[in-house]
């Protein structure tokens, strides 16, 4: 029962959709019926500008970070469940919110928070992969892109560094992830419509 419990209480973290809460509550605006539709950091960015978009995307960074962190709570120290798969209950509670109707983000910041978790070097390695892929490519899609790809090979050399199995197959699946819901921009990409950054 408690297994069960605390799985759920990942997803209903990874759930709490910070996008359209921010939104509606200091902007008066359902980011989801504007810019991409999107309920994620970057429409933030566009739709209700830097400061927003800053909030929504560390929000979200932390629900990944408290999901894997929930074993620490006295309730819950005796599961058997690996850290790292409540933060894909989490990751998953991003992409299919329950708080708003299944229709989520593409679990970039939240996999990040995953990430802080649990390896906090490898989370700094990603985040200067993303900024400068950023800085070279000015598509935050496409950064997530190349992250969701070396995310993974970081991971398999820490692996054969240190044995840990269960980060590279769970940043695997995170980028499998990622992946899979920019299947829309990867097409944008290819027909150079995908939109750029102008504040980097």
């Not at 997803?11 to 921010?22: E, K, M, Q």
């Not at 978009?53 to 005796?78: M, N, R, S």
């Not at 590279?168 to 819901?181: A, D, K, S």
Request: with cysteine.
């Amino acid at each position: 029962m408690e297994n069960t419990i605390i799985i759920l209480a990942a997803y209903l973290l990874g759930s709490i959709p910070s996008a359209l809460w921010i939104g509606k509550i200091f902007y008066q605006t359902d980011v989801r019926q504007h810019g991409s539709g999107n309920m994620g950091a970057t429409n933030t960015f566009r739709v209700l500008g830097k400061k927003a978009g800053i909030v929504v995307t560390l929000l979200d960074i932390l629900k990944g970070t408290a999901a894997v962190l929930l074993p620490l709570l006295p309730y819950f120290h005796e599961t058997t469940i690996h850290p790292l798969l409540l933060g894909v209950a989490a990751v998953i509670g991003h992409i299919f919110p329950l708080f708003a109707n299944l229709r989520g983000g593409k679990a970039v910041a939240t996999s990040g928070g995953v990430l802080l978790g649990y390896n906090w070097p490898i989370f700094l390695l990603v985040v200067v992969t993303f900024l400068i892929a950023l800085k070279l490519t000015k598509m935050v899609s496409l950064t997530s892109i190349i992250v969701s790809i070396l995310g993974p090979i970081y991971c398999l050399i820490y692996y054969l560094m240190t044995g840990d199995l269960y980060l590279f197959l769970v940043v695997t699946l995170m980028g499998f992830f990622i992946f899979y819901r920019h299947r829309a921009n990867i097409s944008r990409i290819k027909e150079g419509t995908e939109p750029k950054i102008k504040w980097l």
